[in-house]
């Protein structure tokens, strides 16, 4: 119980940062912001990784490492990811539904079922299954998301990757 009440804790210091606030589209940026201006908005976290288009942090969640990665087309701010190490299930879960329902009640959830109500029974449906309780879309007039929760084993990374509306259909195009 102690471990659940702690991972609930952790969850909601981290949703405030990871699902932006005061209107940002991705921690406390916007699309379009530059690599300076996002630096000012990371102001005391340590940088793991630079290069022309990408910026990456180590940051702090509730006395748990975790990273933000930022990345950038022309010096625009484009796509972000934030990650946080689980170690058990029970520590997935938990997170997971948790962010799930925080981002659903911020953005708009989009439901791509890979397996049907009737199927999801079925054994050979059983890593259909898995993928779709544990990957989730969402948007808004402004950005596309996918929450991860995908793991093989622990310890390992819940990811929630923010794009700008319509940056993955235009990667897409360029291939």
């Keep these: 119980m102690r471990k659940v009440i702690l991972t609930i804790a952790l ?3 981290w ?5 932006g606030e005061n209107n940002f589209d991705f921690r406390k940026s916007h ?3 530059s690599i300076s201006q996002v630096k000012k908005s990371e102001k005391g976290n340590q940088i793991f990784t630079q290069n022309k288009n990408e910026i990456g942090y180590v940051i702090n969640i509730y006395n748990k490492t975790g990273y933000a990665l930022y990345s950038f087309e022309k010096n625009k701010l484009v796509s972000g990811m934030i990650g946080i190490e ?4 029970t520590e997935l879960n938990v ?6 329902a925080i981002l659903n009640n911020k953005y708009h959830q989009k439901n791509n079922p ?3 109500e009737e199927d999801k029974m079925k054994e050979e449906n059983s890593s259909l299954k898995y993928m779709q309780e544990n990957y989730a879309f969402f948007y808004d007039d402004k950005t596309e998301i996918i929450l991860n929760g995908i793991v093989l084993e622990f310890p390992s990374t819940i990811g929630i ?13 360029k291939n």
Excluded at 86 to 89: F, L, P, R, T, Y
Excluded at 95 to 100: G, H, I, Q, R
């Design 86 to 89: 689980v170690n058990s299930h």
């Design 95 to 100: 997170a997971f539904n948790m962010l799930k």
């Design 31 to 33: 699309w379009g912001d």
């Design 15 to 19: 949703v405030g940062i990871a699902v």
């Design 161 to 173: 990757v923010y794009y700008e509306k319509g940056y993955a259909k235009k990667i897409k195009n």
């Design 11 to 13: 969850v909601l210091a």
């Design 114 to 116: 890979l397996v049907s």
